[in-house]
Structures are given as C-alpha cells and as structure tokens.
C-alpha cells in the first residue's frame, strides 16, 4: 500500500495568496483527519471527516480555513488569504473507523506538507 | 478535559543506555493509549497502543510501555537506544467524548555514540 500521500510536500508563498494542499488517504479507509504542527502548539487537530462528512471542524483556527473531501480518495485544505503566522506542517492522517472500533484503531499519517507563508 | 502531558521536552541518551520518555494522561473513562514516534521531515508512526488487557504492551523497533492507572502514565521504554532512535516521540489518548486524538507536546530524544 502506497500509504497517505499528501502534496505538495513543500510549499512557499506570500502572504495573501490562497494555498491548496491535497491529501490521498489509504485505499478503504473511512476517516480522514488534517492536523497541524507548529512548534508552539504542538500537534493540532483541524478537522476530521468521516465517511467523506466533517465531523468535527471546531480546530478550524477562523474562517480563513476551509476542508473538503468530494470522496472517499482525496481531500483538501485551503487556506485563503494565507498569512505567515499559518506556517506550520499540515499532516492528513487516515483510519480505518466503525462503531464497535472508535477509537481503537491507528490513525495513518502522511510525509506532511511544510507551509512557510512569506 | 482531557489532556496528556510529557514532562520532558529534550532527553538525550547514549546509544545502548536504557530510555524512559514519561507520558501522563488526564481522562475520566478507561483510556485507549498511543506512542507515536516522527523521525526528522517524516510522518507520525505508530509504535504501540493501549486499549485493554495486559498492561504492559510491546511495540515495534524494541519498544514497550506500561499502562498504570493509579499513576496515569502510560510511561515509552526500551533497554538499549540505538542511533536511529534519535527523533520525536509522542504519547496520545483518544478522547471519545470529542472522537479525537489528543497530543501530548512530545518528547525529542537525542542519542550520543
């Protein structure tokens, strides 16, 4: 299995300008989870999806900030404007979830992509 | 609420001491437990879990983990650090109320030779 894909890997832009990353989650995984990693706040989750329905966006930081996931094998994070405070690594992660497991079951991470805001 | 705290930022070893990195947990209900280790420029791996049971758990890469519910920890050990140990590992309990994970702030271990 090729595991979580994320891209673009890395990606540098200037403040104000709208930033895509994508994600791929493992084939036949039902959860989807964006997180973001910031030396001062640690490991953060932004918003989980399952079954391709947001579950839960209240790490969402402001409106700035949208997810999507059209279907089971791809998902956005969009942030629009940018700003350089929104720098950070951005990790989708990916499980396989039901009702009888929640929670008991590895979450899957991807290389991450690093955001540098100019 | 729910919350972990890993009281050691930076912990350095020399390759072959044994290693303890401390995880605490704050969780009303019976907790599922996580250690996660990130190499540098890399992903999470997961190197064990907790859910039941036994309260000693093995993992991979030679690691193990003690559940103690009159301490809350959930305390990452391994006899003998080899060099590619040195990165970052994170301890997590799933909180089911929220249907989320939640971090601790992670522990970086450096390995001297």
């Known amino acids: 299995d090729a595991g979580v894909i994320q891209s673009p890997r890395h990606e540098v832009t200037e403040m104000g300008q709208e930033v895509t990353l994508r994600c791929k989650p493992i084939s036949g995984h039902n959860s989807l989870f964006w997180y973001r990693q910031t030396m001062m706040r640690g490991l953060e989750l932004l918003i989980y999806?399952?079954?391709?329905?947001?579950?839960?966006d209240s790490g969402m930081p402001e409106d700035r900030f949208s997810a999507k996931m059209p279907n089971a094998s791809f998902s956005t994070l969009k942030i629009q404007p940018s700003e350089p405070r929104d720098s950070a690594v951005y990790f989708c992660a990916s499980s396989l979830t039901n009702m009888g497991t929640s929670g008991r079951v590895e979450q899957f991470f991807g290389p991450g992509t690093r955001l540098t805001v100019l | 609420a729910q919350s972990v705290t890993q009281p050691d930022i930076h912990i350095t070893v020399s390759e072959g001491a044994s290693l303890e990195l401390r995880c605490n947990y704050s969780?009303?209900?019976?907790?599922?437990l996580f250690w996660y280790v990130q190499s540098p420029g890399q992903g999470l791996q997961l190197l064990l879990k907790y859910f039941s049971g036994d309260t000693l758990v093995q993992g991979i890469k030679g690691f193990e983990a003690e559940f103690k519910r009159s301490q809350s920890s959930f305390n990452l050990r391994k006899p003998s650090v080899h060099w590619s140990d040195a990165a970052e590992y994170f301890c997590?309990?799933?909180?089911?109320?929220?249907?989320?994970?939640?971090f601790g702030a992670g522990t970086r271990l450096a390995v001297h030779p």
């Open positions: 999806f399952n079954n391709n329905v947001p579950i839960d």
């Open positions: 969780y009303g209900a019976t907790p599922y």
């Open positions: 997590a309990v799933f909180s089911g109320g929220y249907n989320k994970l939640i």
